[in-house]
């Protein structure tokens, strides 16, 4: 039997028994609280017995009000519904947080991208290896902290990146990319086969990283839609709703019938012609 789904009211007791504050309703599928850095990993186990675990971890630099940066996680099941978003401050003066990489691999990810970005320490990360940002930025250049300088002496070392090695007998290491026979964007996968098998697979990203989140800021909220449609050109709708919808939110104002329709009908278009090109794909891979 499939696993009973989870509602918000066991959510809400789980974050009350952790000592969460400031809880309140979000949404009708969400809440959102408050709690300090080293009780997250305790709730994240608590939550995960539940069937809800870290979906999404960003940082905000919120030094400018409290002195403080603040993350932000989101707990959910794998329908991302219902959720629960919990606030984490982390001190300026000591810019460290409780790591919960060895209990998530997609909080992993989310903490080494904000180690690169924001300079915050993740305590008890086993793999501190850069992830966004490559090996000709400045060493403590952490590009989403508001006080950050632009800067142009970006310099490749021709250090390599530390991919891990493995080694025995018969074991093989092939390289992919980072330039690609396709018209896709640029990623170096490093395969370790014995055979058939592949024992290890360690992937390079951010080859084309933009700054885009740095240019988001300061921007007017009437002009930051055309920056949002522009990310990724084969998901121009998805992240300007994402955007559209968190201004809203903000404002607490509610859109007109026919343009939430519209909205299903652009998304569905979106949704159709990515999942069509992504089976053309896997034709053309597999051969």
């Known amino acids: 039997m499939p696993p009973a789904p989870i509602v918000l009211d066991s959510l809400r007791r789980a974050v009350i028994e952790a000592g969460a504050a400031g809880v309140a309703a979000s949404s009708a599928t969400a809440i959102q609280c408050r709690l300090p850095s080293w009780e997250i990993p305790a709730l994240?186990?608590?939550?995960?017995?539940?069937?809800?675990?870290?979906q999404f971890l960003a940082a905000a630099d919120t030094r400018a009000t409290n002195d403080d940066f603040t993350l932000a996680y989101v707990?959910?099941?794998?329908?991302?519904?219902?959720?629960?978003?919990?606030?984490?401050?982390?001190?300026?003066a000591a810019p460290r947080f409780a790591s919960l990489a060895t209990r998530s691999f997609a909080a992993s990810r989310f903490e080494r991208e904000i180690h690169d970005l924001f300079g915050l320490v993740p305590l008890g990360h086993p793999d501190l290896r850069r992830l966004a940002l490559h090996q000709y930025w400045p060493e403590g250049y952490h590009p989403l902290r508001r006080d950050t300088v632009s800067r142009t002496d970006f310099i490749d070392t021709g250090q390599p990146f530390p991919f891990r090695h493995v080694e025995g007998e018969g074991i093989f290491e092939v390289t992919v990319g980072p330039v690609h026979a396709g018209i896709?964007?640029?990623?170096?996968?490093?395969?370790?086969?014995?055979?058939?098998?592949?024992?290890?697979?360690?992937?390079?990203?951010?080859?084309?990283?933009?700054?885009?989140?740095k240019l988001f800021e300061g921007l007017a909220f009437d002009r930051a839609p055309a920056l949002?449609?522009?990310?990724?050109?084969?998901?121009?709708?998805?992240?300007?709703?994402?955007?559209?919808?968190?201004?809203?939110?903000?404002?607490?104002?509610?859109?007109?019938?026919?343009?939430?329709?519209?909205?299903?009908?652009?998304?569905?278009?979106?949704?159709?012609y990515n999942h069509i090109g992504?089976?053309?794909?896997?034709?053309?891979?597999?051969?």
């Open 44 to 54: 994240a186990d608590r939550l995960a017995t539940l069937g809800a675990h870290c």
């Open 75 to 92: 707990f959910a099941p794998p329908r991302l519904s219902p959720a629960v978003t919990v606030l984490v401050p982390v001190p300026a």
């Open 184 to 213: 896709i964007e640029p990623g170096h996968f490093r395969f370790s086969v014995e055979g058939e098998t592949i024992v290890n697979l360690e992937t390079r990203l951010g080859f084309v990283h933009k700054g885009t989140e």
């Open 228 to 272: 949002a449609e522009r990310i990724s050109g084969d998901t121009s709708v998805g992240h300007v709703l994402a955007y559209c919808q968190a201004v809203e939110a903000l404002a607490g104002c509610r859109v007109p019938s026919r343009a939430s329709w519209l909205r299903v009908v652009l998304l569905e278009l979106e949704r159709i």
């Open 278 to 287: 992504d089976v053309g794909m896997i034709v053309n891979d597999t051969g």
